[in-house]
């Protein structure tokens, strides 16, 4: 089994003490850099709608992206990132046998790297996937990855002898997969909140995104290789829903937390 999650725009640069591996893409990810750093400060504020101390911030990064960055300069990726879904993820806490195999099953899509795996070393960036950054590959991020994102999927499926791809990632990092060329089943988890007002259950971001991580890190721990086997999945409440799911896109239900 594969499992994809989106990045984060929040990094935690805390040193880890962590042998960390080089990004498959890490010549993609510099000359995205380098397209980038070229970017007047206004152009990279509207690229993210950025405030302007962020757009300072993130053109600093570009300018001091190195080719080869020495380990002072990256942190492993699953430990960098600190959005919603890392705090499901939880992977300071992995002990050593768990990351491993999550270093084997686990995927982060990035706008920057393309694909991560948990430990590869990246620098201090922002580019979300969805950014209409101009290359000689196209108008934006989605058609300068094209094909390459499903073929690093198909290619770690292959080597770990599964068809199945859980997609823990959001819909702006997950469409930029091209699900023609794409050989794995992909199984889209569903979290819902049920506020018990009569409207029925809803998805709400901010939980849909925590519970992604947490899915992520019920599989590496349970080491789950079956799709099915997901349904025991009863992290932060949630149980799988039969009347709600499809084989595609199982539901996972919770009452709406009130505290």
Not at 8 to 35: C, M, N
Not at 46 to 68: H, P, Q, Y
Not at 223 to 244: K, N
Request: hydrophobic share 40%; proline share 6%; charged share 30%.
């Amino acid at each position: 089994m594969l499992v994809v999650i989106s990045p984060a725009k929040r990094l935690d640069w805390t040193e880890r003490a962590l042998e960390t591996t080089t990004p498959d893409f890490q010549e993609d990810a510099i000359r995205l850099a380098r397209s980038a750093r070229n970017l007047t400060l206004g152009k990279l504020k509207a690229l993210m709608g950025l405030s302007d101390d962020l757009a300072r911030l993130n053109r600093e990064r570009f300018r001091a992206f190195e080719a080869e960055p020495g380990p002072e300069l990256t942190r492993p990726a699953a430990l960098a990132f600190a959005g919603d879904t890392y705090q499901g993820l939880e992977a300071g806490s992995l002990d050593a046998e768990e990351l491993a195999w999550a270093q084997r099953h686990l995927r982060i899509l990035s706008g920057l790297y393309g694909v991560l795996r948990p430990l590869d070393a990246i620098q201090p960036y922002r580019l979300e996937m969805g950014s209409r950054l101009k290359t000689r590959r196209g108008e934006n991020l989605y058609e300068y990855w094209r094909d390459e994102l499903a073929q690093a999927l198909n290619d770690q499926g292959e080597a770990l002898g599964t068809d199945v791809l859980i997609n823990c990632a959001s819909q702006e990092y997950f469409g930029a997969v091209p699900l023609r060329p794409l050989k794995l089943r992909v199984v889209t988890p569903q979290f819902l909140e049920d506020k018990g007002d009569g409207k029925g259950p809803k998805i709400v971001s901010f939980f849909a995104k925590k519970a992604r991580g947490a899915m992520a890190r019920f599989i590496i721990q349970n080491r789950i290789v079956e799709a099915e086997a997901i349904r025991d999945f009863d992290s932060g409440g949630y149980a799988w829903q039969q009347d709600l799911s499809t084989p595609e896109r199982p539901a996972f239900l919770r009452p709406y937390p009130t505290a």
